[in-house]
């Protein structure tokens, strides 16, 4: 049976991640299986590892967590990107805080803000036990090629949960979830997949056909599109003005640059200090930073020498790094 291959595969091979329980040992924390998730929606392994760890040792349970300043916690997610989700994790926090735990289901796990379908599937099974449908893209993409689903993942996510269905076992979903999930990461990689070395190539329709990477089909693209923003820059005894945003749309809370609500016009042009073009999911933002002789807004001089402790998100690295480039360059 292809699971029970899967699974001794998995405890051959499993990889040592620090939110993860290794094969045969308890299952691991919920909270850990919560911020583990939500960490890594959109953000790789590599990157998460030390953040987790770092977010851990400052709040090393969801009680600490509740009772965390947003500020804080914004702060501390600055660089990992999607800021929505550091605001749903505070939410989410305090009220699993007020429940006395995480709910065990599926369906109630749903039901917590910022926990969507595949969140609630991951922490049912990996932290709970439950027989869960836990579909990442690394598993979107081992079942496509396992059954030879050449459509792109957008247009065959409902048969592709069908055929997880029919694999998923009705106990050990948990470590059978994060078996596929490291198949998918390590061997059925989506470019020059380990077929010689995978427990499932016996049965894979796409190591059948000699063109592996050909399934699933790709991602028809669309094209982003661009806005437009202006940033101020007021700066005084070696400090520079900032301010936080808005609580609710993009980078809500986080620490910024000031300025008006990007558009999808082009902006007055004024002489620019710098300039960002900034990619986020669904557009592109090119972002100029112009001089301000009066501070905007309500906020904080932050010193210039110690920025990487403003809890800025990348865009605002850029666009400061872009004005500091450019005076260096004048000054050479």
């Not at 790709?218 to 005894?237: D, M, Q, V």
Request: aromatic share 8%.
């Amino acid at each position: 049976m292809a699971a029970n291959r899967l699974l001794q595969h998995y405890v051959d091979n499993a990889r040592r991640l620090p939110w993860r329980a290794m094969p045969g040992e308890s299952a691991p924390d919920p909270y850990r299986v919560w911020l583990s998730e939500v960490m890594l929606q959109q953000t790789t392994v590599a990157a998460v590892k030390p953040r987790f760890e770092r977010f851990l040792s400052r709040w090393p349970t969801i009680e600490a967590l509740a009772v965390a300043r947003d500020e804080d916690v914004l702060s501390e997610w600055a660089g990992l990107g999607y800021y929505a989700r550091a605001r749903n994790l505070i939410a989410c926090a305090r009220e699993v805080a007020a429940r006395g735990g995480f709910p065990t289901s599926e369906d109630e796990l749903r039901k917590l803000p910022g926990i969507g379908g595949y969140t609630a599937a991951a922490i049912a099974a990996i932290a709970f036990g439950q027989r869960a449908l836990v579909m990442d893209t690394n598993v979107e993409r081992v079942v496509a090629r396992l059954n030879g689903i050449e459509e792109p993942v957008a247009e065959s996510k409902a048969r592709l949960r069908e055929l997880l269905d029919l694999m998923t076992p009705e106990i050990g979903a948990g470590d059978f979830s994060q078996a596929m999930m490291d198949l998918g990461a390590t061997i059925c990689r989506p470019r020059g997949p380990d077929c010689s070395v995978c427990p499932l190539n016996s049965g894979c329709a796409a190591h059948a056909s000699g063109e592996p990477e050909r399934f699933p089909g790709p991602k028809r693209k669309t094209a982003r599109p661009l806005r437009h923003g202006i940033s101020y820059w007021s700066e005084r005894n070696g400090c520079v003005w900032l301010v936080r945003r808005p609580a609710k749309g993009m980078l809500g809370g986080m620490a910024a640059l000031p300025g008006p609500e990007w558009t999808d016009e082009p902006v007055a042009r004024e002489p620019t200090l710098g300039q960002v073009t900034h990619v986020f999911t669904h557009f592109r933002l090119e972002l100029s930073v112009v001089s301000a002789a009066v501070a905007a807004g309500e906020g904080w001089w932050h010193p210039l020498h110690s920025l990487a402790e403003a809890g800025l998100p990348t865009l605002y690295k850029r666009a400061i790094e872009s004005v500091l480039s450019s005076r260096s360059a004048l000054a050479a």
